[in-house]
């Protein structure tokens, strides 16, 4: 007789160790939503849910499917708790790097932000067609740089002692760009800053590294472009630009994602590149606005170059005209090094004031005309100006009372002489304006714009060129034949040769602007232009006095930025402490301050200023030590978390609850109530 014999039955414990699990981060701005979600991996996925990619799955809290990234892979917890499978795996391409979710974790827990937010900015949008394009092509070979190209820059590096071997050892360092511009071999116009950043980058190529350089705007990163795409292989130079489209950004990125090292060029959202091997990350003009992130967290790209310096290594470089306050503070506390050139350059200043027998109502003085009519003779002569337009302030002939709009309030302008005024802010002309303080019907301008001024040197210079440079009239580059070129700030053109002088007007008003880092801002613009300067051609600054014309006429920015930290160190304004921005109604905002208090008891008194109205809610700006930063964040988020949670969508039958409305803003740029 023969003995039957059971099957063996798998028990519930070796079925749960067989299960893999897949934690996700949802895409979504919900700050609840900010974790990782565990999803069991179906079998007929397994092979395709990897780390990185792209996955739809299920969110049981809205009944719906949603877009995420498969951050780690891994076994179930050992409740064995039932799990939502995967729903599907979008693409297969591994478009999230380990690095770069440590990056934007970071970054958000260090800005009291979402990962997904920073993600969103650093990963673009699919486009299948360029996907399917990068999947059939062969991976790109390591690049080789010429040798004679490795030799330039090892030439240009040399004008900074020691700067090659700190970029080998990933020092961090901030330089003083060349303030003269170049000419290429093609005859096209630089700065002399691109050239030294694109050595930089040339030079860590050559030794088998990625560097990623970020820009303010298009405009620096055609610079840039114009001297690397001479100097290493097309294949390794990576354009990312927001306004590339979408198919050239999304192959750009996921050309990042390849083993072979390369160079990316871009703006603020650059410094996030998931380049394998980083040499180098280098930032130019980090006090231009342009690389603030506006969008939450906001996360400016100075600071996340250097959380990438932390995680990643590598070099990191911060080259300017001009040293910002910020990393000023940074070399002061010995966590960047100043490395200076073998040879200090600076353009020629000259402090133009208004001459006995002058009306102190000229916005030219004599000296700068006479310079500006001398140097014509030789080439293009750059006026910057501080506004656009025509007349962009009008006020009262009579009483000198600003001319505002009779509908909403805005301040009015002229678009050309004669025109009939507009508003500002909601496009309506004045027609028939009068003057509520004393009903005069005549305006006269309060400050003359861009075209105002292009008008008046054109006829105060007959038959010479007149070139406007604004963000309505964009120029790029003008040639060496003689011009008055009128730009705004931050709109000048390039000069071949540079040009044979600059008159900076509008110093007094620009200064007048109601910003803590006005001062820095008017340093910048001022030393970026004088930067365009042929050497030993003059700068004229018109007007402007005291410690901030010293620091531009012999060129000690740094110091400038050093008396900026000593005189904000008492009042405790940044960049020597954090600040925080807390917005809402009141009674969330008082309960997120009474909690961050309960955190983080080392606040003293004075470290909560407000909070005070500001429409229809409030606002706080909360003072701490970087010592502190990582639990007044945490509390922070803590707070809007607990804010968000509570106006979820209510239960059937039940009232809904509040929306939420708090807000929280670190290391606001220029703190404000």
């Known amino acids: ?41 179906p079998a007929a996925l397994t092979a395709d849910a990897v780390p990185g990619v792209r996955v739809r799955v299920p969110l049981r809290s809205a009944g719906r499917m949603v877009d995420g990234l498969l951050v780690e892979v891994g076994e179930p917890d ?29 970054a958000a827990d260090r800005a009291a932000g979402s990962a997904g937010d920073i993600l969103r900015l650093a990963i673009p949008k699919r486009m299948v067609r360029a996907e399917k394009a990068w999947l059939a092509a062969d991976p790109p070979a390591r690049p080789e740089v ?74 620096d990163r055609a610079q840039l472009e114009a001297v690397l795409e001479a100097r290493i292989p097309a294949d390794a130079l990576v354009r990312d630009d927001a306004k590339q489209s979408g198919p050239a950004r999304y192959a750009a990125f996921l050309r990042t994602l390849d ?46 170059a250097l959380l990438r310096h932390e995680l990643d290594g590598g070099a990191l470089v911060f080259a300017g005209h001009t040293r910002t306050a910020d990393v000023e503070r940074l070399v002061a506390i010995g966590w960047v090094r100043d490395l200076p050139a073998a040879r200090r350059m600076s353009p020629r200043v000259v402090l133009s004031a208004t001459r006995e027998g002058e009306s102190r109502a000229a916005r030219v003085p004599s000296s700068a005309f006479a310079a500006a009519r001398e ?40 678009a050309r002489h004669g025109a009939v005024p507009t508003c500002s802010w909601c496009g309506r002309a004045a027609h028939a304006w009068a003057c509520p303080e004393c009903s005069s019907t005549m305006l006269r301008m309060a400050s003359a714009g861009s075209e105002r ?82 050497p030993g051609a003059p700068v004229h600054l018109v007007g402007v006095a005291g410690e901030i014309a010293r620091a531009l006429a012999t060129w000690t920015q740094a110091s400038y930025a050093r008396g900026e930290l000593a005189d904000r160190a008492p009042l405790r304004m940044p960049p020597t402490v954090r600040v925080a921005a807390v917005d809402g109604p009141r009674t969330a905002v008082d309960t997120a301050l009474a909690e961050l208090r309960r955190a983080v008891p080392e606040l003293d008194a004075e470290a909560v200023l407000g909070p005070l109205p500001r429409g229809e809610s409030v606002r706080a700006l909360v003072r701490f030590e970087y010592a502190l930063g990582a639990r007044v964040a945490e509390s922070l988020r803590a707070s809007v978390v607990s804010q968000a949670v509570k106006g979820r969508r209510p239960a059937k039958g039940r009232a809904p609850a509040a929306a939420n409305t708090l807000k929280v803003r670190v290391d606001v740029p220029d703190p404000d109530l």
């Open 453 to 534: 001024t292009a008008d008046e040197l054109g006829r105060a210079f007959p038959g010479i060129r007149v070139i406007l440079a604004d963000g309505d009239h964009p120029v790029m580059q003008v040639d060496e034949r003689p011009a008055l070129v009128v730009a705004t700030r931050g709109a000048e053109p390039l000069a071949l040769g540079g040009y044979r002088a600059v008159i900076l007007l509008d110093g007094d008003r620009m200064l007048m602007a109601d910003d803590l880092r006005i001062g820095e801002s008017c340093l910048r613009w001022w030393s970026n232009a004088a930067a365009l300067a042929a």
């Open 375 to 414: 140097a014509l003779s030789g080439g293009p002569v750059l006026v910057q100006v501080a506004r656009p337009g025509y007349a962009p302030v009008l006020v009262c002939a009579a009483c000198r009372h600003p001319a505002r709009c009779p509908h909403c309030g805005g301040p009015l302008h002229a």
């Open 146 to 219: 010429d040798p004679a190209h490795v030799a330039w820059a090892d030439d240009v590096l040399r004008a900074y002692p020691g700067l090659a071997e700190a970029l080998d050892r990933g020092e961090r360092l901030a330089v003083d760009a060349p303030p003269v511009p170049a000419v290429l071999d093609d005859g096209r116009a630089v700065g002399s800053w691109a050239v030294l950043l694109a050595a930089a980058a040339t030079h860590t190529l050559a030794a088998g590294r990625s560097a990623v350089v970020a820009v303010p705007d298009h405009r």
């Open 259 to 304: 083993a072979a090292p390369c160079v990316v060029i871009g703006n603020r959202s650059t410094v996030y590149a998931p380049v394998s091997d980083p040499g180098l990350v280098a930032i130019w003009d980090d006090g231009d606005p342009l690389l603030g992130e506006p969008l939450s967290p906001g996360v400016h790209a100075r600071d996340a």
């Open 1 to 41: 007789m023969t003995a039957v014999h059971d099957e063996p039955q798998p028990d519930e414990g070796d079925a749960r160790r067989g299960r893999r699990i897949a934690r996700v981060l949802i895409d979504s701005p919900l700050p609840q939503l900010d974790r990782l979600f565990d999803y069991e991996i």
């Open 78 to 106: 050992a409740d064995g708790r039932p799990l939502s499978q995967l729903e599907a795996v979008v693409s297969p391409v591994p478009v999230l790097t380990p690095s770069l979710y440590a990056l934007a974790r970071r």
